[in-house]
Every structure is written in structure tokens, then in C-alpha cells.
């Protein structure tokens, strides 16, 4: 079984940075991809951005150039630094991991960027 425990949420002014932390535990298997996703009230949850085993990444267009993923393979973590931040990242941040044991989701951190 496959956990994923995320951290970093929390509330931050409009143009500060946060970073998401995913810490992956149990029988992973090959990891095929690791991905962070948000979902914002009344709103569908979207893809924000995805690393896949060649560590190749994919954005999310409202996020480029302001948000970036990586992973650090041996402590199984995926992390998402967040600058720049607007109101509109406002949501419910989820990470997401593909591997030949499992599909799962994390337990959701919330990031609220407000004044």
C-alpha cells in the first residue's frame, strides 16, 4: 500500500512564496509519475504541474514561469516551489503519484493566498 502525506499549506500574502512537500511511503514500485493538483471551490480539480520518471516536467500555462516541481528520488519526496503567488492559487493543493504498484492521491493541503 501506497501512502502520500503532504505539508508546506498554509496562508501567504499576494507575491509570497510557499513550497508543498510530498513524502511518498510503502511499496512504491517504479514511480512512472509524480504530480501536483489543486481544486478551488465550485471549480474542478486541474493539474498544476508533472514529473515523470526521465524527470521531464509539464506546467500548468497560469503557473509557468512562477511555480516549479522536482523530486528527490531517494528521500521520495515531491516538492512544489510556489513564487509569485496570486489570490487565484487559492485551493486545495493534492499530489499525486502513478506507479506500477498503485494510482493514489494525497490528503489535500490547503494554500490560501490572501492579504
Known amino acids: 500500500q501506497v501512502q502520500l502525506v503532504e505539508s508546506g499549506g498554509g496562508l501567504v500574502q499576494p507575491g509570497g512564496s510557499l513550497r508543498l512537500s510530498c513524502v511518498a511511503s510503502?511499496?512504491?514500485?517504479?514511480?512512472?509519475?509524480m504530480s501536483w493538483h489543486r481544486q478551488a471551490p465550485g471549480n474542478q480539480r486541474e493539474l498544476v504541474a508533472r514529473?515523470?520518471?526521465?524527470?521531464?516536467?509539464t506546467y500548468a500555462d497560469s503557473v509557468k514561469g512562477r511555480f516549479t516541481i522536482s523530486r528527490d528520488k531517494v528521500k521520495n519526496t515531491l516538492y512544489l516551489q510556489m513564487n509569485s503567488l496570486k489570490p487565484e492559487d487559492t485551493a486545495v493543493y493534492y499530489c499525486?503519484?502513478?506507479?506500477?504498484?498503485?494510482?493514489?492521491w494525497g490528503q489535500g493541503t490547503q494554500v490560501t493566498v490572501s492579504s
Open positions: 510503502g511499496s512504491i514500485g517504479t514511480i512512472f509519475v
Open positions: 499525486f503519484l502513478a506507479s506500477a504498484r498503485a494510482n493514489t
Open positions: 514529473i515523470n520518471g526521465a524527470d521531464t516536467t
